[in-house]
Every structure is written in structure tokens, then in C-alpha cells.
């Protein structure tokens, strides 16, 4: 499920050399998964020669398996201030939480060396210990953040100012050096989100 979760539809061939399994071991595997309701087979990938291949992802309730943070209790605040305080009044409160994790991130990156993948790996550390399961991609022009998992998702489904707030976080942290651009978007029906960082000037 791991490996579904930040590597997208597999396999039974690729999921076999990555777990190091044989491929009737990795079967077995998703068999029961799959009779659990955690996992299914997408439609059949043509190849250029052989068969077609049956890739295999996780379910709805295979991704609810991995923890979205205290959800109902935080829809309810987010209802309860939207109500209350209003919608403007929701976007600050949400802005000034912004405010304060850009001011944690800016300690902890100020601790390492100031080079930019140093930097954007140090990120993705502390979005993981966060629970975003996040990692970081060499580009041929760059560098890929991805973000296998959102701890927030059903906050973020609620108010979306917590997607548009994360977007503007990691620009303003790069500003000087990179320009930062969402290339994947899990609320737009991606599996993930992930962030193209570009040096200025590369």
C-alpha cells in the first residue's frame, strides 16, 4: 500500500522487483487487499509489444488508510468560523497559521547551507515529519517536491485557502532563489500534489 500510495498504479512485474517478492507472492498480497476493498485493477495499459498489463492502485478506502488529521473535528471549526466570523475572517485565521509555519520553516532551513537543493530537501523532511510524505525529484531543469499524502485533505476540500495558503508558502520561501509552480493538484483530481522549483535565472 505504501508503495501505491507514493508511486502511483504498479504492476505486478514492478511491484515484485521493488519489494524483492515473487510476483505470485505480490499477487497473493493484493488478492487480499483487494478483497478488503483497499486496492483494484485500472484498465488494461497497452504496450508496444506483449500483452496488455493490468496495473494495480489503492482504493478510496486504501487512501483512507493513511491518516488525514483530526478531520471532522477541524470541519466542524471550519464551520463554526465560517458561520460565526464569516468567510474573511476564516482566510486570516488560515493566512496567520500560514504566517507561523512559514516562520518554524525559516528556522529550521536557516540551520542547514544555504544551497537550494539542500534547502528543498530539508523541506520535504519537515512536510514528512508533518505526515505529507513527501520527497524530492532531480529535474533536468529543477526539482519536483512531491507530496504523496495530505494530512489535511478533508480541510482542505472544505477551504481550499488551505491549497492557495501552502502555494504561496513555499514561494515566499524560495523567493530569492527559485520560482515555484504546482504542477499536480490532489484536489483537482491528481493523486498527489507536487511543486516544480526552478533556480531563478537556470
Known sequence: MQRLKTRGP???KILSKQLDMTTMGVRQ???????KGLVGQTQEERQTRGRPVHLWKLSAAGHGRFPDTHSQTTIEIIDVIRSTLGEQS?????????DKIEAQYREQLGTIAPELQLQIEKLAQLRSDEG???EVRLLPDGFMLIENHCPICTAAT??????????????????????????????????????KITAIGA
Not at 29 to 35: D, G, I, N, V
Not at 91 to 98: C, F
Not at 166 to 171: G, I, N, R, S, T
Open 132 to 134: 505529507y510524505m513527501a
Open 29 to 35: 498480497h493484493l488478492a487480499e487487499l483487494e478483497s
Open 10 to 12: 504498479q504492476s505486478v
Open 90 to 98: 476564516l482566510n486570516q485565521l488560515i493566512a496567520q497559521r500560514s
Open 158 to 195: 472544505s477551504c481550499q485557502q488551505f491549497c492557495e495558503t501552502e502555494l504561496d508558502l513555499f514561494q515566499r520561501l524560495f523567493e530569492d532563489k527559485a520560482i515555484v509552480t504546482r504542477t499536480d493538484h490532489l484536489l483537482a483530481g491528481a493523486r498527489r500534489c507536487a511543486y
